[in-house]
């Protein structure tokens, strides 16, 4: 069974940066996808960033803001988040996308405020 567990989330200042993780139990192979979503109270989850083999894309929201990435030989993606927003306030998921279905991890809380 593979299992996903996020870190990183916090508070943050408007301006500020933070770094959030996403730890695999098992090997993650770079054929298949992975991204970040994210879900403000009251919204649906939305997509934020996916890394596959062939690049990255990211939602317009958070494009020169935030940059995916993943290392293979320690089974952990990134989300590295730049001059944060208060509107960036939300809960972030990580899923990896397997053959027949998707897997999720738990979630990290990010807060922007003052």
């Known amino acids: 069974q593979v299992q996903l567990v996020e870190s990183g989330g916090g508070l943050v200042q408007p301006g500020g940066s933070l770094r959030l993780s996403c730890a695999a139990s098992?090997?993650?192979?770079?054929?298949?996808?992975m991204g970040w979503y994210r879900q403000a109270p009251g919204k649906q989850r939305e997509l934020v960033a996916t890394?596959?083999?062939?690049?990255?894309n990211y939602a317009d929201s958070v494009k020169g803001r935030f940059t995916i990435s993943r290392d293979n030989a320690k089974n952990t993606m990134y989300l590295q988040m730049n001059s944060l927003k208060p509107e960036d306030t939300a809960v972030y998921y990580c899923?990896?996308?397997?053959?027949?279905?998707?897997?999720w991890g738990q979630g990290t809380q990010v807060t922007v405020s003052s």
């Open positions: 899923k990896l996308a397997l053959p027949l279905r998707d897997y």
């Open positions: 098992g090997s993650i192979f770079s054929i298949y996808a």
């Open positions: 890394i596959f083999s062939g690049g990255t």
